[in-house]
């Protein structure tokens, strides 16, 4: 170990004393721009009036759903591409002053990339889920992009060969195994390419129905039935703010580009990570939720408070204000939003304040619309089904912490978390409970004992490739 001498311990040990002389923790800038998201927001809404006013011959599930996701994504990207050139990146890994292409090389990614696609078209042709009526519209869509998006592979990925730092990426090992010649340390990197893929397999399909279904309902809703009822505006903004959020979402899934730093950086590796994260979605959240999570087999809050005109509308007025809340927490992604994926580290919007305002305010809203406390027969069940709500609140809170876990790989999110830690709006929390308090790679603050053991980590992120005590990988 180390010596130190009395003249440096004793600077030390005045640091202590005196927090004002300790270095103030500083938050690190979002790769994203508020404004720049928002103002492709109104250009997407732009195209859902014009969709209303004159695109009803459009099919609303496909060519309607596409009219309003380009209308998004393209003005985010140009944007990005004037103003913040997130090619100039670090973590874009490119230089177009390289010009090092290499036809050989290319070729060998595309043969894993090629690879990749028909690994998830057999999935999709395997797995039962993907048969039904279901997902019909979102096939129609994917069989008219498919040979257009398989043919600009080409030159795409030969322009990007040129100009990355580091062209042997997984695409060049996966094909370079399937041509025999296996590198060193590609398992991982195969292993996370396909992890990537594997989110995108199964949300992007999801969330493109949503949305569909969602645009739907706000093509089709009359606005006269706005005037003079709090019901018809509590279904309409309900409606419109999910739509808002499907919007990035479904968006971010389908622009994971190197070229506009979106692509994907790593993946979740641990099966609690992904145990957490896809019981919240279908088909999954029907079979736990029926099961054994049913929490809201009650009147939900508008049937509590129909007779009682003001408290409904205070009541809905508090609903909506959570779930604006939550919708916010997804405009500063972008075309960067994806579970389960490292893709950028958000310091803006409501993650100036703390790192989960979407979890909180979602699982707010639930109590607010199920009231289990309330509308239940007896008090027994009443007690039941709040138990039930705080397990699935429970399951909210592992999600967050092993999405912690995970982006603490990366040195920004540990600066940024331990600026939530001293000044987010919750870091009173952390001061209460130091085993909740951010600490790199582990889900809570335990381990080591000693001084500053409680004290939030200001050391740079392990290397995913060396971390200690590395959770289960899939």
């Known amino acids: 170990m180390k010596k130190i001498n009395k003249k440096q ?22 790769p994203t721009s508020i404004w720049i998201n928002c103002f492709a927001l109104l250009c ?27 209308a998004l994504a393209l003005p ?50 395997l797995l039962p889920e993907y048969h039904g009526s279901f997902y019909n519209n979102y096939f129609s869509v994917v069989r008219a992009v498919l040979p257009w998006w398989l043919l600009l592979a080409v030159p795409y990925f030969y322009l990007l060969d040129g100009a990355m730092h580091k062209p042997k990426d997984s695409y060049w090992q996966l094909g370079s195994l399937l041509l025999g010649s296996p590198q060193r340390g590609s398992g991982r990197a195969i292993g996370q390419l396909y992890l990537g893929w594997l989110v995108k397999l199964f949300f992007l399909p999801l969330m493109f129905v949503y949305l569909g279904n969602n645009l739907n309902t706000l093509l089709g809703f009359d606005l006269a039935r706005l005037a003079g009822s709090f019901k018809a505006v509590f279904d309409f903004t309900f409606n419109f703010l999910f739509y808002i959020d499907l919007l990035f979402v479904t968006v971010g899934y389908v622009c994971t ?13 641990s099966f609690l990570g992904w145990g957490v994260a896809l019981i919240g979605y279908q088909p999954f959240w029907s079979l736990f939720s029926g099961t054994y999570l049913k929490y809201d087999q009650g009147q939900s809050w508008g049937y509590w408070f129909w007779n009682t005109p003001w408290m409904y509308g205070v009541w809905g007025s508090i609903i909506l204000l959570l779930i604006a809340i939550y919708v916010w927490a997804s405009i500063p992604f972008g075309i960067r ?21 979407a979890y909180i305010s979602k699982n707010l809203s639930w109590w607010m619309i199920s009231m289990p406390f309330m509308v239940t027969s007896s008090g027994g069940d009443a007690l039941r089904q709040s138990l039930l709500l705080l397990v699935v609140n429970f399951i909210y809170f ?28 919750f870091a009173f929390v952390g001061r209460w409970l130091p085993v909740l308090r951010f600490r790199p790679g582990r889900l809570f603050n335990t381990g080591d004992a000693g001084e500053g053991a409680d004290k939030p980590s200001t050391a740079a992120s ?12 899939l």
């Not at 695109?55 to 596409?66: F, H, P």
């Not at 390289?98 to 999709?124: D, E, I, M, N, P």
């Not at 580009?257 to 590796?269: A, K, M, Q, T």
């Open 9 to 30: 311990g004793s600077k030390a040990g005045s640091a202590r004393r005196n927090p004002a002389t300790v270095p103030a923790v500083s938050c690190p800038q979002a």
């Open 44 to 70: 997407s809404l732009a195209a859902v009036w014009w969709l209303r006013e004159f695109g009803q011959s459009l099919e609303v599930r496909t060519q309607a759903l596409i009219v309003v996701s380009v």
């Open 76 to 125: 985010i990207i140009i944007l990005e591409w004037l103003f913040l050139k997130p090619y100039r990146n670090p973590s874009a890994g490119l230089d177009f002053r390289r010009r090092a292409h290499s036809v050989r090389r290319t070729g060998v990614k595309l043969l894993g990339f090629y690879l990749v696609v028909g690994s998830v078209a057999f999935f999709y042709w």
């Open 257 to 269: 580009l190197r070229l506009f730093d979106s692509h994907i950086r790593s993946v979740e590796p």
């Open 337 to 357: 939003f994806s579970n389960l994926t490292h893709r950028g580290i958000l310091t803006n919007g409501p993650y100036r304040f703390t790192k989960h305002p």
């Open 398 to 425: 592992m999600r967050a912490r092993t999405e912690e876990r995970h982006l603490s790989w990366d040195p920004d999110y540990v600066a940024y978390a331990n600026y939530i830690g001293e000044r987010g709006l």
């Open 462 to 473: 392990p290397d995913p490739a060396a971390a200690p005590q590395r959770p289960a990988t």
